[in-house]
């Protein structure tokens, strides 16, 4: 495919996202950096990995940006979770911590995980009371089996603070 095509092809799936399918994309964006770096990681840090390294961790700042702190308590947690792994990332690079990569990828994973189902059970974007399309919340999912905010149960992997 023509790169120009790409692009384009890009840009109109970013244009006609919903805000839950667009948070999906930049988790996906997240991991295959992260896996990128993973997989360049064979020998001392050169220059792919870092690149990886650095566009994982813009991704991570992005998603953490995004999210509204003042709405909800759950949304407080959901930015220090991505908080935490922008912190493991620069820890990764810094340390050459494999196991600090190995770490955000289970976590951006089951992150992946979680909104591929929210994205399922809501395919449309929520509508506010004006008619134009608003972000989703914790609350959109109510009644849902799904949590979108939850972090992964602490057991599933060790981290040293």
Known sequence: MNVDHRDTYL???????????LRLMLIEGALRFARQADGAWTEPLEAAPMESLRRCRAILAELHGSVRTDTLEVASRVADLYFFLYRQIVVAQADEDRQ??????????EERTTWQLVCE????APVSSGGGPEEITASDCAGTPVDPTAAPPAESFQLDA
Do not use: F, G, K
């Open 11 to 21: 840009e109109s799936q970013i244009r006609t996202a919903t805000p839950q399918r």
């Open 100 to 109: 600090a990569l190995a770490d955000v990828i289970r976590v951006l994973e």
């Open 121 to 124: 059970q809501l395919p449309e």
